[in-house]
């Protein structure tokens, strides 16, 4: 007996990074057993999707079910915990407890975070061991699942070593004499369908069904067809219209009022491969994808070249809260990769008929490593954007990830095939869609903004209606009654004589009841009085930027505010007078005053000035209104990042405030957000001429290729263009050579190191200071460029830092660059040009121009480094030890000589540091001698070494950047060296081989190919050469 436990998802889990998000994955312990499931990165929704099983010994355990946060340089942090007695799960109904929304426990009561999230579970006993028992639990099965009523039949079935289907299911329709009707017979055929419909599977999957504790075999062949029979029978009689759309409908209404509470789940870690919007409704599109009568599926096999498609029909499980089906093809053969089959298991984690989204998982057990991993793909259709035509539209959004099963040293270059096979199958995925589908275009979306717009109605407040809000209560009533009747009383009082010390003009109580009412009167007008003048102040402030048109030529961005929700109420009426002031680039635009309003209504549209280049963010604070002369109180701000977010997205979004009153009552903000460029292309070709004014150098406008790179790399909007590029290092703990992009709105870095991809922005906004500092050793005799951004700014950026300072600024050391003072220039001349005003820009870029001529330089391709092509170039059996030839790399006193033999001068290298288990890395830096170069250019390396051959070898892998050369900022060098040991005394082989990642084009490829060829090859000679020469010395 067995227990499963099936992880599917969580939700709302409890932020542990400073970044507002977290790294969950799950731990799950029973005995001496563990398992855990992958890290999901930066979420608070993860989605696993994992089952695990666990041989069951003693019901007194205990099930343990940890939610961990992943931290890279620190312990793991809990976020939430469970607990489950195996012996509650024994005795529940059926051996299972389903599939349930557990609240995560804090790690003791006394904590202070009590909300830890939610996750869905499924546990519960099974009777049949996992088919692979090499994968004991750890490997997430797909359609291993025993129905808890198969426990009923388990002693029956235990008690004969071959049994029939009647006697399985424990009916007899010959024998049995309880079925003495026709009635009866009939009732009891159709129990035995229906549940040979069931079991049917378990007996005809073609694999030999695994032995009980009793010896168990399988039934012979005359006893296994009848449950065929029986099973399309039933399949015939209750799914005669299984494929139908009809059917297809029906399934989703009922598996969407199951669904209910779960979100959208976010794109997965992988990256986005598809983000379109089409003219066709959510579940029209969801039909078209995901619907057995759709001919798309079929369509995109024939284009795709796979064969042998099979779909099997859609298929509750969980008591109808999961919905999945198996779909198999014969995956088409490429150059690299013969025919192999492919198995989908497509699983629906929400439909609720707007949104859908669908977890596809495939796995290719028969290619190379096949059985190592998983391609997961996340299908997420949303409603799209809205259309002056009325239209309904869909956003489709596909990203994509590898769920790694084992561990093993090819993941690079998995991960690399992967990704280049899933970008060219998708885009046949795309065209074949286009096809049946017509996309929405994005420019359509400008002619739209002036039918939304008109569409808005501001609601106009009458001061009749201010005055209702503002005087018709208790207070103000009451107070005005009372002196209404004071003054009635006067008019009809007689004159009275003055008593003790009153005189004329001073008329005094004459009891304590008289003092009494005069108090009272005295009070109510004090309430009474603030009312009435916050009514006249109110009444002279309904003013508003909405309407006021915007101004110049550019990027103009316009604000449609249409309404809020849930706003805190900070009046002693239990009411806000909510306003909001929107600010961009440092210009701001005030709504007007919502007054005794907690969910206010505004449909005003403001509109900024033209802008020279898209604006970065937008910032948002709601205020109350308190008077013109006292400080409004916040009641939340949202900034709004348009750098991180498409302009497409944000033409109708609900923003959640943050601050403690709107966190606190859930407030949002409805807006509706557009942004177009009146200019088109000209708009990029003015601000490049107005950045060579400023940085002294004139820059080649990149190519429309370069451009859709440069923001698939960094996943920007498409209004994003590139300035320019530059190679350098990046200093961390390791150092790290890679490119540093320029933008107009940000500043980003992508490096790549034997696989290791790195790749962060942040906004020319969030930097506080720039500094240079003189080269050192440690920066390889470079100067540095250190970047100080604001506090809490570039968050998203901090795995690049090189530290984090006491104020909480992060610090960002780039070194080596070709060009220093190019280099510089531009990134000073674009930061002061973003933070600055008009005059000061002008300011500087006189200075700036002086004394600098016009330079001219190529901006290279965006090319990820990671598909670098290694071929041998050179063998050789040496007549060494292999542990004396390694001292070549040990940074001693052999590694010194031989390279100073071989002619690299002033060469300095850093001390091993482990970067992974059993893998070191190291940092080099030297310059040439004239006779290996004649331009003398230096040469800065990091190096890897690693084990191999279960200790019998070393492998060094070796990235080499060269400046100082002509070209030498088109290319990065690639080595790597095996060394193994020989069984003959003091022998070892040596292997290398020799890769370039071109960073730009140039018409010289081939030729400076062979002569860096030659060259690597001619130094490994000579080193090999002279140790040799030490060892014999030495011997």
Request: hydrophobic share 35%.
């Amino acid at each position: 007996m067995r227990l499963c436990v099936h992880v599917y998802e969580a939700q709302r889990l409890r932020a542990m990074d400073l970044n507002g998000s977290s790294d969950p994955y799950v731990r799950i312990k029973l005995g001496e057993k563990k398992f855990r499931t992958k890290v999901v990165k930066k979420t608070l929704n993860p989605i696993w999707g994992e089952e695990f099983s666990f041989p069951i010994n003693d019901l007194d355990e205990e099930l343990l079910v940890y939610v961990m946060d992943e931290d890279k340089y620190f312990n793991d942090d809990l976020v939430g915990q469970l607990k489950f007695p195996i012996e509650k799960i024994y005795d529940a109904p059926e051996k299972s407890l389903g599939t349930v929304w557990y609240t995560l426990q804090p790690k003791s009561k006394k904590s202070k975070h009590k909300d830890c999230g939610e996750i869905l579970l499924s546990i519960f006993f099974t009777e049949f061991a996992p088919k692979n028992p090499f994968l004991d639990g750890a490997q997430p099965r797909i359609g291993n699942y025993s129905p808890p009523y198969m426990d009923r039949y388990t002693d029956q079935i235990s008690e004969s070593s071959s049994v029939s289907l009647n006697d399985l299911l424990g009916l007899s329709l010959t024998s049995s004499p309880r079925l003495s009707s026709s009635t009866e017979a009939e009732e009891a055929t159709s129990i035995i369908e229906e549940k040979s419909y069931d079991i049917a599977p378990i007996l005809n999957d073609g694999e030999t069904a695994p032995p009980n504790d009793r010896g168990l075999a399988q039934s012979d062949s005359s006893e296994t067809s009848e449950p065929e029979t029986y099973h399309n029978k039933f399949y015939e009689k209750k799914n005669k219209n299984q494929s139908s759309t009809g059917n297809f409908d029906e399934m989703m209404k009922i598996f969407e009022s199951k669904n209910q509470r779960v979100e959208v789940p976010s794109n997965l870690a992988g990256g986005v491969l598809v983000d379109q919007s089409y003219l066709v409704a959510p579940p029209d599109l969801n039909v078209l994808l995901f619907s057995p009568d759709s001919k798309f599926a079929s369509s995109l096999a024939d284009v795709k070249g796979n064969k042998e498609l099979r779909q099997e029909p859609w298929k509750f499980e969980n008591d109808g809260k999961s919905l999945k089906r198996m779909v198999t093809y014969l995956k088409a053969a490429t150059k690299m990769m013969k025919a192999v089959k492919a198995i989908e298991e497509q699983t629906y984690l929400k439909a609720n008929g707007n949104n859908f989204a669908v977890l596809v998982s495939v796995s290719t057990p028969d290619a190379k490593f096949g059985n190592t991993f998983k391609v997961e793909t996340l299908y997420c259709i949303t409603p799209g954007p809205e259309l002056s035509s009325g239209e309904k539209s869909s956003r489709l959004a596909i990203s994509w990830r590898i769920n790694f099963l084992q561990s093993t040293m090819m993941k690079s270059m998995i991960e690399g095939g992967a990704r280049k096979g899933l970008k060219e199958s998708f885009e046949q995925y795309s065209s074949l869609l286009f096809q049946n589908v017509k996309p929405v275009d994005l420019k359509d979306l400008g002619s739209n903004k002036e039918y939304i717009l008109a569409s808005l109605q501001v609601e106009k407040q009458s001061d009749l209606a201010l005055a209702t809000q503002y005087l018709l209560n208790f207070t103000v009533v009451s107070a005005a009654f009372m002196g209404l009747y004071v003054l009635m009383h006067i008019l009809l009082a007689m004159t009275s004589t003055f008593q003790g010390l009153e005189f004329r003009g001073l008329d005094l109580p004459d009891s304590f009841a008289e003092t009494i009412v005069c108090m009272v009167l005295v009070l109510q007008g004090q309430r009474a009085l603030p009312m009435i003048s916050r009514f006249l102040r109110a009444r002279v402030q309904k003013g508003t930027d909405h309407g006021v048109k915007a101004q110049g030529e550019g990027w103009l961005l316009t604000i449609a505010l249409i309404e809020g929700y849930s706003l805190a109420a900070v009046d002693s009426t239990g009411f806000s007078d909510p306003y909001i002031i929107f600010t961009c680039n440092g210009k701001t635009k005030t709504s007007s005053i919502k007054f005794q309003k907690l969910d206010p209504q505004w449909n005003e549209v403001f509109e900024f000035d033209a802008m020279d280049e898209p604006p970065s963010v937008m910032d948002v604070e709601v205020f109350d209104f308190e008077g013109p002369f006292n400080e409004a109180k916040s009641l939340g701000h949202a900034e709004i990042n348009f750098v991180k977010s498409n302009i497409s997205d944000l033409a109708d979004i609900w923003i959640p405030l943050q601050g403690k009153l709107a966190q606190a009552c859930q407030s949002m903000l409805h807006l509706k957000i557009f942004m177009n460029n009146t200019k088109g292309n000209m708009a990029m070709k003015e601000y490049l001429t107005k950045v060579e004014k400023e940085v002294g150098k004139k820059i080649n406008m990149p190519s429309p290729e370069t451009n859709t790179a440069f923001q698939k790399l960094f996943e920007l909007p498409p209004e994003e263009f590139l300035i320019n590029d530059f190679t350098c290092r990046l200093k961390r703990k390791m150092l790290l050579q890679g490119r540093l992009f320029l933008s107009a709105r940000i500043i980003g870095f992508h490096g790549n190191l034997f696989g290791n991809r790195t790749t962060f922005f942040f906004l020319w906004d969030d930097i506080e200071d720039i500094q240079v500092l003189s080269p050192t050793l440690t920066s390889m005799g470079s100067q540095s460029l250190i970047i100080v951004l604001w506090q809490g700014r570039g968050l998203d950026a901090r795995h690049g830092a090189k530290k984090e300072d006491e104020e909480g600024r992060l610090k960002f050391h780039f070194h080596s660059f070709v060009s220093f003072g190019v280099a510089h220039r531009t990134i000073m001349a674009l930061w002061k040009a973003k933070s600055l005003g008009p005059e000061q820009k002008v300011q500087i870029a006189e200075e700036e121009s002086e004394s600098k001529p016009i330079q001219t330089e190529e901006t290279g391709n965006v090319v990820d480094q990671e598909d670098v092509s290694m071929s041998e170039v050179y063998s050789s059996t040496i007549s060494v030890p292999m542990k004396f030839f390694m001292d070549l790399f040990g940074g001693g006193y052999l590694d010194s000589k031989v390279m100073e033999k071989v002619g690299y001068l002033d060469y300095t290298h850093t001390s091993w540091e482990s970067v992974k288990p059993d893998v070191y890395q190291r940092q080099i830096y030297y310059k040439f001698d004239k006779h290996i170069s004649h331009y003398r250019g230096e040469a800065t390396s990091t190096q890897q070494i690693s084990p191999f051959y279960e200790g019998k070898g070393w492998l060094i892998e070796e990235v080499l950047n060269i400046q100082g050369i002509p070209q030498s900022d088109h290319f990065t060098i690639h080595i790597r060296y095996q060394v193994e040991d020989l069984p003959k005394p003091n022998t070892c082989t040596i292997q290398m081989f020799f890769g370039i990642a071109w960073l730009k084009s140039t018409k010289n490829l081939k030729r400076l190919t062979k002569n860096i060829e030659s060259n690597v090859v001619d130094r490994l000679k000579s080193m090999s050469s002279h140790v040799e020469q030490e060892f014999i010395q030495e011997s």
